[in-house]
């Protein structure tokens, strides 16, 4: 979500009222769909000066997900290839341009609604996941695999097999386990993206420096928030949507 701060609770330092700010709230409280929210100040971060309010709240949880997965999971480092299974979307957007940013080469798969945006996110290669096998091993070898997409375990089994011994199969779709390769050393992960404010607070000033961009796909009023449901249930929906509470 982002906000302006309305009230601060007793003893909370470091944000006065009318400051602009981002943050993931912690996924087992209430969220973010209302006028108000309650929030921790310990995950509060600046909201970005260079874009709308309104769009800063397309960043906390996927632009966390995705420096979670290649920095504290798969410790991406400069020159080595990164596969992202699945670039296209909303996570895909952010993990492209931050893989980038930390000088590695990216292949990417995303079908025809997404390929553009994965390319302009900066992606090295492109494979349409929709006409060809997404995964060939022409790809390999990988120092890392990021999966975003809903796949099956087999495809998820078959991303394993692309990367490097020693290297690491990072997998957000967690309703199925990351498998791991003890043979080769190749671990496999499960992420659960957690707030971090400092976290966020970098990606904030990448923003701003103009090295990471938020693409908005759609902006909805809150009273349309079942429409967003429906359109993401039918696998309609593209990039990422935020919900426009009305102002008080
Ligand atoms: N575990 C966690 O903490 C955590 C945190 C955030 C997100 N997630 C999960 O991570 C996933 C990604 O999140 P998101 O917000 O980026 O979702 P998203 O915007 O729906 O992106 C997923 C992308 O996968 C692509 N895709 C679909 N089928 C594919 C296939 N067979 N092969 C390759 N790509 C395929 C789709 O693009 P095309 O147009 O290319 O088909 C879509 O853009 C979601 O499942 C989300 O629930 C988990």
Redesign the pocket.
């Known amino acids: 979500m982002s906000g302006t701060i309305a009230e601060l609770g007793e003893g909370v330092g470091g944000f006065q009222v009318g400051d602009r700010v981002v943050g993931f709230l912690p996924m087992a409280d209430d969220g973010a769909a209302a006028e108000y929210v309650v929030a921790p100040a310990e995950i509060l971060a600046p909201a970005p000066t260079s874009v709308p309010l309104v769009d800063a709240a397309a960043l906390p ?2 632009g966390l ?1 995705a420096w979670q997965a290649l920095f504290d999971h798969a410790k991406l480092a400069a020159g080595q290839r990164v596969l992202i ?2 670039a ?5 957007g952010y993990a492209v341009q931050l893989a980038k940013n930390a000088g590695a080469y990216v292949i990417a ?3 025809p ?2 390929a553009d945006r994965a390319k302009a996110a900066g992606a090295d290669e492109i494979i349409d ?2 006409t060809t096998t ?1 995964v060939t091993s022409a790809t390999a070898p990988v120092d890392v695999a990021l999966n ?4 099956e375990p087999a ?1 998820l089994a078959a991303l394993l097999d692309l990367v490097r011994a020693d290297g690491v199969l990072v997998n ?3 309703w199925m386990p990351a498998p791991s390769d003890e043979q080769r050393g190749v671990r496999g992960i499960d ?3 957690r707030s971090d404010a400092a976290q966020l607070a970098q990606l904030v000033t990448l923003i701003d420096s103009g090295r990471l961009r938020v693409d908005v796909d759609q902006r909805v009023p809150l009273a349309e928030l079942p429409a967003v449901h429906a359109q993401a249930a039918a696998g309609a ?3 990422k949507a935020v919900i426009v509470a009305p102002t008080a």
Do not use: D, K, M, Y
């Open positions: 949880t996927v997900t299974n699945g296209g979307g909303a996570v895909g798969t995303a079908g609604h997404s996941h929709t997404a975003l997409a809903p796949i495809q957000t779709t967690v992420l659960f993206v929906l593209h990039g």
